[in-house]
């Protein structure tokens, strides 16, 4: 069964210090990563897509990378605003549909 | 373009009763998918409906079921509610996969439920 892994849970950083978060997967075919930020009580908000190992993308202050076993979601000089807890997936194709399989997030904190 | 709402934003039903949450995919999207979201944890499948036909299910009980319309509108129904039902209920919308490789789903804001 396909699994997702995201560590640490929670984070607390300074503004300006930089760090990355770590999503570890287990999936037979890989058909797509995706990360995605969650503000509290609101729905997902869509980051990137990766498909293939050595892959990278890059939004303001992040940058994800994926290898075959695990995604790197790298952020650079936060700033408070970039709190938020980042949610990875992997994609599990079942009876066709493109069920996403989600790790527990990591909660970020920046402090001013 | 319009993004992906949800209605209502928020529900207090108890035990036993039945609901229904609304979700508007966002224009030209012809797949929706359904995930249950408990507090601190991510989210988690329910289905994904493609031309008003179910293609998916996750690990949920028939009494979780929906309906997708023409109009790029779709329901979620729940019956005999259960007080573990009280969720994030998130609807997400997409294009249809394309080849091997998955499209990105985008999220409304979900409805909180909460089971008395």
């Known amino acids: 069964e396909d699994q997702v892994t995201q560590s640490p849970e929670a984070l607390r950083l300074q503004e300006g210090e930089s760090s990355s978060l770590n999503c570890s997967y287990t999936?037979?075919?890989?058909?797509?990563l995706f990360w995605y930020r969650q503000d509290p009580g609101k729905g997902p908000e869509f980051l990137f897509t990766?498909?293939?190992a050595g892959e990278e993308k890059e939004k303001e202050r992040l940058k994800a990378t994926l290898t075959k076993k695990e995604s790197f979601l790298h952020i650079t000089a936060p700033k408070p605003e970039d709190s938020a807890t980042y949610l990875c997936a992997v994609q599990d194709p079942i009876q066709g549909a493109q069920k996403l399989v989600f790790g527990q997030g990591t909660r970020l904190t920046i402090n001013p | 373009e319009t993004g992906v709402t949800q209605s209502p934003t928020h529900l207090i039903k108890t035990r036993g009763q039945q609901v229904t949450l609304r979700c508007s995919s966002q224009s030209g999207h012809n797949t929706v998918s359904w995930y249950q979201q408990a507090l601190g944890q991510g989210p988690q499948f329910i289905f994904q409906?493609?031309?008003?036909?179910?293609?998916g299910r996750g690990n949920f009980p028939p009494r979780f079921s929906g309906l997708q319309f023409p109009n790029y509108s779709s329901e979620l129904n729940v019956n005999a509610l259960e007080l573990d039902d009280s969720a994030l209920y998130l609807c997400?919308?997409?294009?249809?996969?394309?080849?091997?490789?998955?499209?990105?789903?985008?999220f409304g804001p979900g409805t909180r439920l909460t089971v008395l």
């Open positions: 997400a919308s997409s294009l249809a996969p394309s080849g091997s490789f998955s499209n990105e789903q985008f």
């Open positions: 999936v037979s075919g890989l058909r797509g």
């Open positions: 990766l498909y293939s």
């Open positions: 409906y493609y031309r008003e036909e179910e293609n």
